[in-house]
């Protein structure tokens, strides 16, 4: 092949190969592109290379000369496109992302699919509070009017909270390992000891009053669990509202008032109570409270004299103060109140049973 032939080639080549990196849309196209040119079977490049095996000997110096200048030439056009590409493409990435975040509060546009929309002649399906927290800000706004504030404390708790400060010595059967949700938690992780669910919110009564001087006037509300098996009565998680009042010369007939007050004002008109005698040891005495409405009389809870044994543990003198507590069933008010008959209805999360409230 004559030189100026194989040069004029050459020049070919690289116009022709520059011009299709630079025109190169995108990764796809340039990946094309650089099979066509920069091939290592069967690319253009490779090809008019051959051409150089035809070159006379004195030209050949010079062809091979051109040659890798070409080469040089074509191989960083390639890498400018390839760079220029990969911007774009992260560029469009960040585009697509911030028009989706857009999209997703823009103004579904008239016409457009809109899946919150019914069909014409379709009942609207709104959601709404399940009926447990429901009943937790009916019972909050009742109790907040008699002055009590809410307090909350965790779930996972120590056995200084569930038990000891409560006056429940390590003998007694409530602390059995197979009463209570204990966890398998290193106890330097706890950094507490043993660590369980909280099997009543009676917990919340020491957390309060290790950080506060009375007077204390509040409500916990909030889940507890036991290791019950389910039925109609009972449900491994339920909730209770817990109450406590501390002050100089609180009495019984405090503590009778105030539930009383509640009842009525969460089951409407007018509704009894009644104390039995019976035991729990973070109050003396202690009383079973029961409920009549619509001539029947109904378990609440627990309620008694908060224990001078309790009142120690937390620093406060039982000879200045005395205070009351109770805790109530959250579920059992509820199901008492819309006639519900089996717990477990309650947490199935069947929206025929739960859009009724
Ligand atoms: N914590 C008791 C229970 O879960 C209820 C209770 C609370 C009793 C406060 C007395 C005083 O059964």
Not at 125 to 140: A, N
Not at 274 to 295: A, C, G, I, K, L
Not at 319 to 333: D, K, L, M, Q
Request: some cysteine; aromatic content about 8%.
């Amino acid at each position: 092949m004559a030189l100026s032939q194989f040069l004029s080639e050459l020049e070919a080549l690289v116009t022709a190969a520059e011009s299709a990196f630079q025109s190169a849309a995108d990764a796809a196209a340039l990946e094309t592109a650089r099979i066509e040119y920069l091939g290592a079977k069967s690319g253009r490049i490779k090809t008019v290379q051959k051409g150089l095996g035809g070159i006379d000997k004195t030209d050949k110096p010079v062809a091979g000369q051109r040659f890798n200048e070409v080469k040089a030439r074509i191989e960083s056009a390639f890498s400018a496109a390839q760079e220029r590409c990969q911007n774009a493409t992260a560029a469009a990435a960040v585009k697509a992302v911030s028009r989706k975040a857009e999209k997703s509060d823009a103004v579904i546009p008239p016409g457009a699919f809109d899946p919150s929309e019914s069909p014409p002649g379709c009942r609207l399906h709104l959601g709404r509070l399940h009926p447990i927290t429901q009943t937790i800000e009916t019972l909050k706004e009742i109790m907040g009017r008699l002055g009590f504030s809410v307090a909350d404390g965790p779930e996972i708790e120590d056995e200084w909270h569930n038990f000891q400060a409560l006056n429940i010595p390590a003998s007694h059967p409530a602390r059995d390992p197979l009463e209570n949700f204990y966890l398998s938690m290193a106890e330097e992780t706890s950094g507490a000891g043993p660590m369980l669910l909280r099997s009543q919110t009676s917990t919340v009564q020491i957390r309060v009053m290790e950080n506060r001087r009375p007077p204390v006037r509040i409500i916990a509300l909030g889940r507890v669990y036991r290791p019950d098996t389910a039925d109609a009565t009972h449900f491994p998680m339920f909730h209770q509202i817990e109450g406590l009042l501390v002050d100089r010369q609180v009495t019984m007939a405090d503590l009778k008032s105030v539930l009383r007050m509640f009842a009525m004002s969460y089951f409407g008109g007018e509704v009894h109570i009644r104390f039995r005698p019976s035991f729990f040891p973070f109050t003396e005495p202690s009383v079973e409270v029961d409920m009549q409405w619509h001539d029947r009389w109904i378990e609440m809870g627990g309620a008694g004299m908060v224990d001078p044994n309790v009142l120690r543990a937390v620093g406060y003198d039982p000879e200045e103060f005395s205070g009351f507590a109770f805790g109530i069933g959250i579920e059992r008010v509820c199901m008492r109140r819309h006639n519900l008959t089996d717990i477990r209805e309650l947490y199935k999360n069947d929206v025929r049973f739960l859009e009724q409230f």
